[in-house]
């Protein structure tokens, strides 16, 4: 067959006619005596704007504690004295920090421990109240409550509740969770810091055995800690030639402090970690334990015990199924932050775009100014991440529900399901609020680098979500773990788990080639139809299962399975983050039909299409490499997007306002709904 080139005379020609018809709509622009109709879009694009009942929309939005959450706004906003000034040092920020917390649980009667076992998602609406105070308090409530009060609870016995409960609920108890080591921080079973039991004394000696062993980043160590819940190898004696038998990590509960003097106990070395980036209301210490010596019932032991013989028992029979199970009661913290990580963000977003309202610069000749927020390049940056928000908000809502769900029942189908759903939105969402933290500074200018705006120091006290409670990267190579044992699963004809339910009807479809008729499809009804955009979320995150598992088996051959990983690793990674993209729009769908009101289900709808297209768009290669999607539907992908975003714009006040967040919690000038000029003024002293 004779290749067929173009005519150059013939393209000459086309290039002169497109260029005189962009010469001639410029200067219609230009000279034109009667205004453009809006600086939106195209007149074309012109359509009525959603009507949004902002009271109905929020309860939509709002959770079922929204009572306890009001009662820690109206406490803090009644106590001038424990409200965080934007100047602070190091020293003072802490003690405040304790003052509020000790006033949250003394003075207003909010006793967040008790929900951390009885009602899960109760407690995580405290603790995303209490992050909008100072997030820095957030995070010292969840060391005590989740992490310390939560060790003691999910890994102790009867004995240890009751020994413990009451004062660590009072704040009597102020303890640590002693886990994260110099040198070892992801790889927990790589910890050195060992517990050698001791048979003559019924103690176990708890020991730093170097430097790199030393407890590190350890919240409330460094001032206000009592207690600690220490991680290390168990140790047990044995007759034969090595003198020891590693049992495993295990956790002990170790007094550092006296709780009279407040003085550090003997054998106990405590040092400050110092400044940090930010949530500096924290006090992260480092500990180095000289032969500390601690009762046999120190041990949390209910996972495995050692009786006064020294012998180890346990219902679980291998090292490793003890330390999941131990690793598994401890998820509960991941849930917590991917939650309190959507509240950075509903802040951050809400501050950007009423300040985007707000502001306006440059317009046509001889018109009024134009709001920012009337640029495409403003809505670009903006209405997507506002989609997002609302995307979070009920993936991480579903998240609470399920763990709460799990926490009650047991159920191992949910453990499974919790572990692995945790681990991908605890990554996902605090990677995105972390770059979009940014990208809202930029938006708002000059006026957004100033402290009191806030974006500097939500930006700095969010960063570290990205690394506590699991790397990110590390969390999501868990995910893809899971997903291939669910791919072999699913080919050995096994259960799968609940999240992972549409890989079996998804992998077919992917087994077969595209359909070439619906990759040419381009009308707004199917573009804008949930099923397109699930099955399109779905086909790519098979798709990438498929290949992935495909490489692995390819290279694990010659280089190993760890070798055969690591050349994988970034494939592994976009198969995560695309599996937790298909959950999240998965519960945006569900939450718009579960929307009762109309108005407020055609504004939601509005918004997740956004969400839909504005993914299918940035990965769009992927869906034109296979054919998904062909050129002219890539085109329509485009478009509707971006008169979407044009449409979210039309209702963006609206949408801010739902999230129900009062001026004392934004606390940002630029972000008041009334006066925000002014009360910028006033803050500078005019």
């Known amino acids: 067959m004779e290749t067929q080139y173009p005519n150059p005379n013939q393209t000459d020609q086309n290039e002169s006619d497109a260029t005189t018809r962009r010469i001639r709509r410029l200067s219609l622009h230009l000279l034109s005596p009667t205004p453009p109709p809006q600086l939106e879009l195209?007149?074309?694009?012109?359509?009525?704007?959603?009507?949004?009942?902002?009271?109905?929309?929020?309860?939509?939005?709002?959770?079922?504690?929204?009572?306890?959450q009001e009662r820690v706004f109206e406490f803090f906003n009644a106590r001038p004295?424990?409200?965080?000034?934007?100047?602070?040092?190091?020293?003072?920020?802490?003690?405040?920090?304790?003052?509020?917390?000790?006033?949250?649980?003394?003075?207003?009667?909010?006793?967040?421990?008790?929900?951390?076992?009885?009602?899960?998602?109760?407690?995580?609406?405290?603790?995303?109240?209490?992050?909008?105070?100072?997030?820095?308090l957030g995070i010292k409530m969840g060391v005590q409550y989740s992490l310390w009060g939560g060790s003691v609870i999910n890994l102790g016995t009867k004995k240890h509740k009751e020994k413990y409960y009451d004062g660590i609920d009072n704040m009597d108890y102020v303890g640590c969770f002693a886990m994260t080591e110099l040198h070892h921080g992801s790889n927990v079973q790589g910890l050195q810091t060992v517990a050698k039991f001791d048979p003559i004394t019924d103690e176990f000696i708890i020991d730093t055995p170097n430097d790199g062993a030393i407890k590190w980043w350890i919240g409330n160590a460094a001032v206000h800690g009592k207690f600690a819940t220490v991680f290390a190898k168990l140790l047990l004696p044995t007759h034969d030639t090595k003198g020891v038998s590693d049992m495993g990590v295990h956790a002990f509960i170790v007094p550092i402090r006296d709780f009279k003097t407040h003085q550090t106990l003997p054998g106990i070395e405590i040092h400050d970690c110092g400044h940090k980036i930010g949530l500096n209301g924290v006090d992260n210490g480092a500990l180095r334990f000289h032969s500390v010596r601690i009762p046999r019932d120190n041990l949390l032991n209910r996972f495995g015990d050692?009786?006064?013989?020294?012998?180890?028992?346990?219902?679980?029979?291998?090292?490793?199924?003890?330390?999941?199970?131990?690793?598994?009661?401890?998820?509960?913290?991941?849930?917590?932050?991917?939650?309190?990580?959507?509240?950075?963000?509903?802040?951050?977003?809400?501050?950007?775009?009423?300040?985007?309202?707000?502001?306006?610069?440059?317009?046509?000749?001889?018109?009024?100014?134009?709001?920012?927020?009337?640029?495409?390049?403003?809505?670009?940056?903006l209405m997507p991440m506002l989609a997002s928000t609302y995307a979070f908000h009920f993936s991480t809502l579903h998240l609470v529900e399920i763990y709460s769900e799990m926490k009650k029942t047991h159920d191992e189908e949910l453990v499974g399901d919790v572990h692995a759903l945790s681990a991908g939105l605890k990554s996902y969402v605090t990677s995105y609020t972390a770059k979009s933290l940014s990208i809202c500074r930029e938006a708002c200018g000059g006026h957004g680098y100033a402290a009191v705006n806030r974006f500097g120091s939500l930006r700095n006290d969010h960063d570290i979500f990205q690394t506590f409670e699991g790397d990110n990267t590390v969390l999501l190579q868990q995910v893809a773990a899971d997903l291939l044992k669910q791919y072999k699963e699913k080919f050995q004809g096994g259960r799968l788990a609940v999240t992972w339910n549409y890989l079996r009807e998804s992998m077919n479809t992917y087994l077969s080639q595209p359909n070439p008729v619906t990759?040419?499809?381009?009308?707004?009804?199917?573009?804008?139809?949930?099923?397109?955009?699930?099955?399109?979320?779905?086909?790519?995150?098979?798709?990438?299962?498929?290949?992935?598992?495909?490489?692995?088996?390819?290279?694990?051959?010659?280089?190993?399975?760890?070798?055969?990983w690591n050349r994988c690793l970034n494939h592994l990674l976009t198969l995560a983050e695309s599996h937790i993209e298909s959950v999240i729009l998965e519960k945006f769908i569900e939450a718009v039909k579960s929307c009762p009101d109309a108005s407020s289900q055609a504004a939601l709808k509005l918004v997740c299409d956004l969400y839909a297209l504005d993914r299918i768009w940035k990965d769009i290669g992927t869906y034109r490499n296979v054919d998904y999607v062909a050129p002219n539907k890539a085109k329509a992908i485009h478009k509707l997007a971006e008169y979407l975003s044009f449409q979210v714009r039309n209702i963006a006040g609206e949408l801010v306002n739902a999230f129900d967040l009062p001026d004392h919690v934004t606390r940002a000038p630029i972000a008041m709904q009334s006066e925000a000029y002014s009360q910028y003024l006033q803050y500078a002293g005019f």
Not at 42 to 66: N, P, W, Y
Not at 317 to 346: C, D, H, Q, T, W
């Open 519 to 564: 990759a040419r499809w381009e009308s707004e009804d199917h573009l804008r139809d949930p099923k397109f955009q699930l099955d399109a979320f779905r086909y790519r995150t098979s798709r990438l299962l498929q290949s992935v598992a495909v490489r692995l088996n390819k290279h694990s051959k010659t280089l190993g399975g760890f070798g055969a």
């Open 306 to 381: 050692v009786s006064r013989d020294g012998k180890y028992t346990t219902s679980l029979p291998s090292i490793n199924k003890r330390f999941a199970a131990m690793l598994g009661e401890l998820v509960g913290g991941r849930v917590g932050l991917a939650y309190s990580s959507v509240s950075v963000l509903k802040v951050a977003v809400t501050i950007a775009t009423r300040y985007s309202l707000l502001r306006q610069q440059f317009g046509p000749p001889k018109q009024p100014e134009v709001s920012i927020l009337d640029y495409q390049s403003q809505q670009h940056k």
């Open 42 to 68: 195209l007149t074309c694009a012109a359509r009525k704007k959603l009507d949004v009942d902002i009271e109905k929309l929020s309860v939509c939005m709002r959770g079922k504690h929204r009572d306890i």
């Open 81 to 136: 004295e424990l409200q965080t000034p934007l100047e602070i040092s190091k020293d003072e920020h802490r003690e405040l920090c304790m003052r509020q917390l000790i006033g949250l649980v003394r003075e207003a009667k909010i006793r967040p421990f008790r929900y951390v076992i009885e009602d899960p998602s109760k407690y995580f609406a405290i603790l995303e109240a209490v992050g909008g105070v100072d997030m820095s």
